[in-house]
Structures are given as C-alpha cells and as structure tokens.
C-alpha cells in the first residue's frame, strides 16, 4: 500500500502562487507515475501534471503548461507542483495520485492506483 498525503493549499489572489506537496509512505517502488489532478465544484476530477520515474518526463494539461511544474524529491519521497501565475479558473480540490509503474492512460483517473485525500486551491479575482 502507498499512502498519500497533501498539503500546501490556501486562498490566494489572481497572478499569485502556491506550491502543493504531495508525501509519500509506506511500499516503496523503482517504477512509478506521481502526478496531480484537481477537481472544481460540480465538475469532473481532471488531470493536471504527472511526473514518470526513473527518467523524470513530465507531462501537463495544457491548461497548466507554462505556469506549472511538477517536481519530486526522491530523498524525501515528496512529491510538488508550483503553481505560478494562478487564475480564478485554478479554483479546485487538487489531488496526489500514483501509478506503480506506466499506463499509457495517465491523463485518466482511472491510470492511477492511490489518491491522497486532497487540498483545496481557491484563486480569487
């Protein structure tokens, strides 16, 4: 089992930034995706970034691109997304997930095995 805890969200205005953490617990693995998915009010749960290992390719929506990274630790099994340039519409629950392993559906909820319990991101205007 993995386990997965997030922290690192807030309220904070249009243009400004914040910086998600995502830890990591419990079996450990060689092969992985890590990645963010986020999830307004009355919507779907979508895709945000994932990061694959080992290599380090990273993947974003094009929504994020450009405004944010993917990052992990391996020394302290954390993963972190920086989110800069943060708008209204980046207002969700954003959530860690992994995937022991590849799955060429990592844009799908579905690719990933473990989620955290998810923290709130909201922007105001």
């Known amino acids: 089992q993995v386990q997965l805890v997030e922290s690192g969200g807030g309220l904070v205005q249009a243009g400004g930034s914040l910086r998600l953490s995502c830890a990591a617990s419990g079996r450990t693995f060689s092969s992985y995706l890590m990645g963010w998915f986020r999830q307004a009010p009355g919507k779907q749960r979508v895709f945000v970034s994932t990061?694959?290992?080992?290599?380090?390719?990273?993947f974003y929506a094009d929504s994020v691109k450009g405004r944010f990274t993917i990052s992990r630790d391996n020394a302290t099994n954390t993963l972190y997304l920086q989110m800069n340039s943060l708008k209204p519409e980046d207002t969700a629950v954003y959530y860690c997930?992994?995937?022991?392993?590849?799955?060429?559906?990592?844009?799908?909820?579905?690719?990933?095995?473990?989620w955290g319990q998810g923290t709130q991101v909201t922007v105001s205007s």
């Open positions: 997930a992994a995937k022991l392993g590849w799955t060429v559906n990592f844009v799908r909820v579905s690719g990933y095995d473990y």
């Open positions: 990061i694959r290992w080992p290599g380090g390719s990273t």
